[in-house]
Every structure is written in structure tokens, then in C-alpha cells.
């Protein structure tokens, strides 16, 4: 297989690494100065000025909805060429946004693009791909063991025309965004069908229906995650059209699995960005820095740390890459394998190094404006979208398949 970026892809790198360095670097201290205002003013959750401004220019530049493969609403990229535009983005731990290619919207995007009627897509598509309003995805519970999807317990009932929704959902991102005017709910229409993978659906909820209550916005290791954050959230008695039904009932798992492997590719490639940076400030900060003598660049401890982040790194990109080739060739399906190694490689990588970059920065790494938040969103990932242990055992157990068959002789 061939990873060489194709000129398309090499012309739309350098136009984005140009647009980063123009516009979105010189931008990060703006951000966080607006994002502090708003919360000394009571609401750390208004959209940022600066980020809006900026989705005007990566709009006119033509960096817009860069995402989204086999469909004519995109850029027309496959994941193999989206992922090291992915991956510029992932060094500015917001930028994804700048260019409309931020979670949970583009996984909320692709299930609406894949499955949604043209109604729902006129409703709600549109104007997401617009960067118009943002998005909510509600399937984590409190209650259960989410991981397990077949576990959720809300309820998803027919009464007549509507479907009735009853539950209680927590760490759904980007539900405290003022833009945000539609979840993706998912739970349970026939929770007694014996094929526990059809008992669930997936369903369309507009914000401001009736019933739905915000309980909290929930911090990640003491980040607010502002002005983006995971919500918990109930539905109480949330009456909702028949027709927001996606695709059927009991294909929620379905979709699931279709949303959930562009996502989580996703969120792997920004990773490697995101460790990329890291790793760039642990060497300026190495080669500035005297201890004991000598710069810590010429300390054994940091050299061996460099040469071994630069190996997890590429390590996690090269496995990225072949996830995403599997993906366009083969389809998802044939890919989750591929899939869930990245998900638990990638943000154990940019955990390490960020790590080890906080490390180098002595006592100031753990307050450094990009270090601390990097280092507490990729531990988040090692979470969200499904935790390191399923994958571990679904990889297990794909492996172990191969030696249960009969071998050809």
C-alpha cells in the first residue's frame, strides 16, 4: 500500500498549515482571553468572537467541511487523504471547529448524510453543514454501563404519531453550546427483543422540546471544557414526530457503529497533531533549558524521551493511515479491527507524550494553557467512544477467531 500524499493532498496541507500559521496560532491567546471574560462574566459557555470570525475565512479559503468520504457534500476526500488535514487541525486543540470538521457535529453529520431521510436532512443537515447551528449526541448513561451499549436503558415508546422519550444522559458533548438546536438521541423501542443488538433506535430531538432538562455541565479533571463541554441531560416525557425516527427501529446499534468508526478515526488523527505539538515544545523546551549544568536537551533521561515520543508518534500515524486505507477499500465493517487498535493506540500515545512534555516543563507544564488541557483531553479518549478495554477485547477476540477456524492445510 502506497501512504504517499497525492498532490491534492500536499496542495491542501500546505493551504491549511498556511492558515494555521496565519490566522489560527496568532488567534489562541485571543481565545482564551474570551473564554475567560465570558466566565468572569457568569456564562463561560457564549461562543467565542474569535472562532466565528475565523469559520468566515476558512470558509472563503475554501477549507470547509473538509470530511465526510463517498459523499458529494464534502470535499470529496477519503479518510486516507482527510487524515493529515485531520491531524493539522489537532494541533490547536479548537480548530476543528474553525473548518466545520468538529465532534460531535461531523459523526452527527455522517449519520444524518448516511441515514437520514430528505426531510431530516433539509431540517438539520443543511444547516450543520452550514456551520448554522451545532450538535448533540445522547447515548452515554449514568445508570449503566455505557460501554456496553446494549446496556442504555432510556426509553423510546410509539404513541400514535410521535414516539414518547424517557432517560437520563451524561457526558454528551457540546449540549451546553448556545448553537446547539438538535441531539441524536439513542435508547430503547423493543427492550425485550431477544437479539439484544435490535432492541435499540435512534431518534431526532430538538433542543427546545418540552421535557428536556440540562442538569449539569460536567468538568474533566477540574476543565470546564468551556465553551464546548459534555452535558447531563434529562428527557422527561419528550414527545418528538414519528418521523425524526432515524432509519428504523431497532437499527439505533447499527447506526451506532456506523457513526462511531469515522469518529473515532477522527479523534485519532487530531491526536497525532496534538502530540505532534507537544513534542515540539518538549524539545524548545529542552534545548532553552539549564539544569544541573547543561541544557536538558544533553540529559540522557530527555534525549531517550524524544527519540522514544517520535517513535510512538509515527508508530500511531502509520496505523492511522492503514486504518483509514482499510476504511475506503474494504468499508468499516472489514475495518474494525484496524480501527479499534488505533483507538486505544493513539490516545495512549499523546497521553505518554504530552506527559512527558509536561514533565520537561517542570511545574509550569501542569499549568501550561496547552499542555494541561491537551494532556486532560487525551485522557478523556482513552473513554470516549468506547473504552481501552472493549477495544483491547474486541481486538482479542478477532485475533483468537483466526485460530478457531479450521486451518487450511
Not at 457534500?73 to 466545520?100: K, Q
Not at 462511531?260 to 529542552?286: D, K, N, V
Not at 541544557?295 to 527519540?307: D, F, K, N, S
Request: aromatic fraction near 8%; charged fraction near 25%.
Amino acid at each position: 500500500m502506497d501512504f504517499a500524499y497525492s498532490p491534492k493532498v500536499q496542495q491542501l496541507q500546505a493551504r491549511l498549515t498556511a492558515f494555521m500559521d496565519e490566522h489560527v496560532y496568532p488567534a489562541e491567546s485571543r481565545y482564551h482571553a474570551e473564554v475567560e471574560a465570558n466566565r468572569a462574566a457568569g456564562n463561560a459557555w457564549i461562543p467565542t468572537r474569535v472562532i466565528e470570525e475565523l469559520k468566515e475565512q476558512a470558509r472563503a479559503a475554501g477549507l470547509w467541511n473538509l470530511f465526510l468520504p463517498e459523499s458529494e457534500l464534502g470535499a470529496g476526500l477519503t479518510n486516507l487523504e482527510y487524515a493529515p488535514l485531520c491531524e493539522i487541525m489537532g494541533r490547536v486543540i479548537w480548530s476543528a471547529e474553525v473548518f466545520n470538521c468538529s465532534a460531535p457535529d461531523t459523526g452527527n453529520m455522517e449519520v444524518l448524510a448516511r441515514y437520514g431521510t430528505p426531510a431530516q436532512q433539509e431540517q438539520w443537515l443543511k444547516p450543520l453543514l452550514d456551520g448554522r447551528i451545532r450538535s448533540c449526541f445522547a447515548m452515554t448513561e449514568p445508570a449503566v454501563a455505557s460501554s456496553d451499549a446494549t446496556n442504555i436503558e432510556s426509553s423510546i415508546v410509539r404513541d400514535g404519531d410521535d414516539y414518547v422519550i424517557n432517560g437520563r444522559k451524561w457526558w454528551s458533548s457540546g449540549g451546553g453550546d448556545p448553537r446547539c438546536q438538535v441531539f441524536i438521541f439513542m435508547g430503547k423501542t423493543d427492550p425485550h427483543n431477544p437479539d439484544r443488538h435490535k432492541q435499540q433506535s435512534m431518534i431526532i430531538v430538538p433542543r427546545e422540546t418540552p421535557g428536556v432538562t440540562f442538569v449539569r455541565q460536567l468538568p474533566v479533571f477540574g476543565f470546564d471544557d468551556a465553551p464546548h463541554g459534555h452535558s447531563e441531560i434529562v428527557f422527561e416525557n419528550v414527545r418528538v414526530p414519528a418521523a425524526n425516527l432515524l432509519l428504523g427501529e431497532g437499527r439505533g446499534f447499527e447506526i451506532a457503529q456506523g457513526r462511531l468508526g469515522p469518529g473515532r478515526i477522527h479523534h485519532c488523527m487530531r491526536l497525532i497533531g496534538l502530540a505532534e505539538r507537544a513534542l515540539e515544545h518538549m524539545c524548545r523546551r529542552s534545548v532553552s533549558r539549564v539544569a544541573f549544568g547543561k541544557p536538558l536537551a544533553q540529559q540522557g533521561v530527555t534525549l531517550e524521551r524524544i527519540a522514544e515520543a517520535r517513535i510512538l508518534i509515527d508508530q500511531a500515524r502509520f496505523l492511522v493511515l492503514n486504518a483509514a486505507h482499510l476504511m475506503d477499500t474494504v468499508g468499516n465493517k472489514v475495518a474494525a479491527k484496524e480501527i479499534a487498535m488505533i483507538k486505544v493506540a493513539a490516545p495512549n500515545m499523546a497521553c505518554q507524550v504530552i506527559d512527558w512534555a509536561i514533565q520537561v516543563h517542570g511545574g509550569g507544564g501542569m499549568a501550561d494553557p496547552f499542555l494541561a488541557p491537551a494532556y486532560a483531553g487525551a485522557r478523556s479518549l482513552r473513554l470516549a467512544d468506547g473504552p481501552d478495554e472493549v477495544h483491547r477485547a474486541q481486538i482479542g477476540k478477532m485475533e483468537l477467531k483466526r485460530y478457531r477456524e479450521p486451518t487450511p492445510r
